[in-house]
């Protein structure tokens, strides 16, 4: 009998313990497969595998099974359903690190309440088996044939769950509770464009999920797949990358659901699916909604303003003249209207500048899109920057939105910047790189806009005298004034004044909703008599006046008497009209004298009030805001012409 170490206890008979180990000439183990410990082995078993049968009892089944593992699950598991399996599928690791060739046959043993295998090894090289009795050989051929049943029955589950995973239109991939991958289906091959050899037994995190999108290293720890594992719970990532083996990410979400074996985690399976495309096709799609949002902002602006525009425009809409200073005004917006060219128009307050500016976006190939105006002398300095570029939400104090600034909202068009001269000289730079680069920010934001907008300025001061004292920038006067037209005064095209007149009465009996009224040509003649300081503005507010106040179809104009000039010709006095041609030319102390007489008397005549159909606003035609903008710039104070002093 081979020595035995560690007798069996006693609830094990003796006779039992020897059939089962100690009478077996050949190599026997007896093993504990769910602690994976070899609980004792003859003397045979250490001689085979060059080892003490103390140094057995301290080694795992596993350990002499190395890269073996699965298949000796499987052999026990059928050992242990069965109660007796055979293989010779299994190799066994030798004490000098060399493999032996073996048959190993396994019988249950089931002792206090805990099941055991009894292994038996034969080296297939060795041709002497013992006999045994009739009994025990049919018993072995009885067992070899059910392990042989069992093993194609567990091949056969094999290749259907082949089947099942080639089919799989997911990627799918296991991997053991160290990371090392286990196997790879071939939906996961196509996508990730490695080979299952060159995957399978290589830790898989370091190959394919290394990094985050944005190049971040992903540390493993991190990783969702390996907390399935670690943790024992399912995990589902909405959006993360996979690596592909030419180095390209791949868009995929994934589940990764822990493998338990005997309760022990003992690996983890990945399901996983490239959803790249999905994706691009969300991004396109929120691209596509935002600009959604923009273009139906931009348009409910633009009708906002056109609203705004409609309310406030003049009372006609084409140029009225037969000067010679109209029929030169005319011939040039042919010639530049069909360019992009920035025009200047020049010219005192109420000489029709705006109506040049519409004239030449009308004329233009931008007339399908809008005319965006802006009167910079209504506009605080705090708000320019954000009045002409817009802002976004948070980027100062009550920026509660985003805000389209004029450049955004005249894009395609034509911006018509009225009062340019009023313009803060630190935004005149940003202004001029617009200009020069049609590009621009938002305030609080860093992406760079274009667009595509044609300018159109307007002013009644010398910007060459301002830029001579420092108050405008002269790169920015040369980007202005490349096609200058001058707006001539109404003193100094007389022949202006009939048609204008005329047709100012017409529109405002329409508009009053009150019987057509007629201008006698004595009525023309005291029109044409006075200086109209206020040009164009000032006789259209002077004969909506008058129509207010006719009576009997008969109009009735008021005119200051010391502004009447004398047009006929036997009055004529040389030296005068020497002396009145120049006072005609006024210094900007003068024409600022002149506009603050101007404002003083509208103030006096309504009281003190700007806002309504008979507040000063209206008497001057101008906006609200731009009177009360240019009250404040020339210090009045309205409170003088109030009764009381009320507003």
């Known amino acids: 009998m081979d020595q035995i170490a560690n007798p069996p206890p006693p609830t094990v008979s003796y006779a039992l ?5 100690a009478s077996h000439i050949h190599p026997t183990l007896l093993v504990h497969p769910q602690s ?9 078993a250490a001689h085979l595998l060059g080892r003490s049968i103390s140094d057995l009892k301290s080694t795992a089944m596993s350990s002499l099974h190395k890269g073996q593992v699965p298949s000796l699950v ?3 598991q059928a050992a242990l359903y069965h109660g007796f399996a055979w293989t010779r599928g299994l190799n066994l690791m030798h004490a000098d690190g060399t493999e032996i060739q073996l048959e190993h ?5 089931h002792w206090e309440d805990e099941d055991y295998l009894i292994i038996i090894l034969c080296d297939l090289d060795a041709r002497h088996r013992r006999d045994v009795d009739a009994e025990a050989d049919n018993y072995l051929r009885e067992g070899i044939a059910e392990w042989r049943r069992a093993e194609r029955f567990f091949r056969e589950i094999e290749r259907e769950n082949q089947l099942i995973l080639g089919a799989a239109g997911e990627g799918i991939y296991g991997v053991n509770s160290d990371g090392v991958t286990t196997f790879v289906n071939p939906a996961a091959e196509r996508m990730l464009g490695w080979t299952a050899e060159e995957l399978v037994g290589k830790e898989i995190h370091s190959i394919i999920h290394h990094s985050h999108v944005n190049g971040d290293p992903y540390h493993a720890e991190h990783c969702p797949i390996y907390n399935a594992f670690r943790e024992g719970i399912v995990r589902r990532v909405d959006d993360e990358v996979f690596w592909r083996s030419d180095g390209k990410p791949i868009r995929v979400e994934y589940t990764s659901t822990p493998i338990r074996d005997h309760g022990l985690v003992i690996g983890a399976v990945i399901v996983f699916r490239d959803i790249t495309e999905r994706k691009i096709a969300e991004e396109k799609l929120h691209a596509a909604l935002a600009e959604v949002d923009r273009l139906r902002e931009r348009l409910e602006l633009e009708n906002a303003y056109l609203q705004e525009e409609i309310l406030s425009t003049n009372n006609h809409h084409e140029i009225i003249g037969q000067s010679e200073a109209i029929n030169s005004a005319l011939k040039q917006i042919d010639l530049v209207a069909p360019t992009d060219a920035n025009v200047l128009i020049t010219g005192e307050s109420g000489t029709g500048k705006e109506l040049i500016a519409r004239a030449i ?7 399908d899109r809008v005319l965006v105006r802006v009167n910079c002398a209504a506009i605080p300095h705090e708000l320019f920057e954000s009045e002409f570029f817009g802002h976004v939400r948070g980027a100062f104090t ?11 909202l005249a894009d395609g068009g034509t911006l018509f910047l009225d009062e340019v001269g009023e313009i803060p000289l630190e935004l005149q730079g940003k202004l001029l790189r617009v200009l020069q680069d049609q590009k621009f920010e938002r305030i609080g934001e860093e992406r760079t806009r274009e667009v595509n907008v044609r300018l159109l300025a307007a002013t009644n001061r010398d ?10 920038r002269e790169d920015l006067y040369f980007r202005l004034n490349v096609f200058p037209i001058e707006c001539r005064p109404l003193r100094e095209r007389p022949d202006d004044i009939p048609p204008l007149a005329t047709h100012f009465l017409r529109n405002i009996c329409q508009r009053l909703n009150i019987p057509q009224l007629t201008l006698t040509n004595g009525q023309v ?7 109209w300081p206020g040009n164009a503005r000032e006789l259209e507010n002077i004969i909506e006046r008058a129509a207010i106040l006719a009576r009997d179809g008969k109009l009735n104009f008021d005119l200051p008497e010391p502004n009447r000039r004398e047009t006929d010709p036997g009055n004529a006095d040389p030296a005068r009209d020497q002396i009145n041609h120049a006072s005609a030319i006024l210094t900007e102390d003068d024409r600022r004298k002149r506009e603050y007489d101007n404002i003083i008397r509208a103030l006096e005549t309504t009281r003190g009030r700007i806002f309504g159909p008979d507040g000063a606003a209206a008497l001057l035609n101008v906006k609200p805001t731009t009177l009360a903008s240019r009250i404040k710039k020339l210090r009045i104070d309205r409170r003088d012409f109030t009764p009381s002093g009320q507003q």
């Open 398 to 408: 009550g920026a509660v939105r985003d805000r389209v600034g004029r450049f955004e």
């Open 361 to 367: 976006h009308q004329a233009s190939h931008r007339r």
């Open 525 to 531: 003649r005291s029109l044409m008599k006075y200086d």
């Open 463 to 472: 910007l060459k005298e301002e830029v001579r004292l420092g108050r405008f």
């Open 74 to 76: 499987v052999f026990s």
């Open 17 to 21: 313990y020897q059939q089962a180990l």
């Open 36 to 44: 994976d410990r070899i609980m004792f082995a003859n003397q045979a």
């Open 105 to 109: 046959e396994a019988r249950a043993l």
